[in-house]
């Protein structure tokens, strides 16, 4: 069973940069399509950015295109989220996400897809 931590969420000014970052256990990493996601209090979870399992194939949400970049890195098991330019309605709980088992190289979109969790981490964006 896999397990994804995240890292490298904190307090940053609007403008500012920040990088995520999500180390997964197991050996199957190549095969997962990959997301991150977020969930403001009182907001319901969302779709950030997502990635398919050969990370040719990307999709993000409206709110963060030129902004954010995701990336993956299959050799090492990590999966990046670099946000620049950050702005206070970015403040959330992100997470990042695995769809396990084999499927097509896809970017999905849906938090339902997606069956394994990280914990989250907080990011914060002061004005």
């Known amino acids: 069973q896999v397990q994804l931590v995240e890292s490298g969420g904190g307090l940053v000014q609007a403008g500012g940069s920040l990088r995520l970052s999500c180390a997964a256990s197991?050996?199957?990493?190549?095969?997962?399509?990959m997301g991150w996601f977020r969930q403001a209090p009182g907001k319901e979870r969302e779709v950030v950015a997502v990635?398919?399992?050969?990370?040719?194939?990307?999709n993000y949400v409206d709110s963060v295109k030129g902004r954010f970049t995701i990336s993956r890195d299959n050799a090492k098991n990590t999966l990046s989220l670099q946000m620049n330019s950050l702005k206070p309605e970015d403040t959330a709980v992100y997470y990042c996400?695995?769809?396990?088992?084999?499927?097509?190289?896809?970017?999905?979109?849906?938090?339902?897809?997606?069956?394994?969790w990280g914990q989250g981490t907080q990011v914060t964006v002061s004005s």
């Open positions: 990635v398919s399992r050969s990370g040719r194939r990307s």
């Open positions: 996400a695995a769809k396990t088992g084999y499927y097509s190289d896809t970017a999905y979109v849906s938090p339902d897809e997606y069956d394994t």
């Open positions: 197991g050996r199957t990493f190549s095969r997962y399509a």
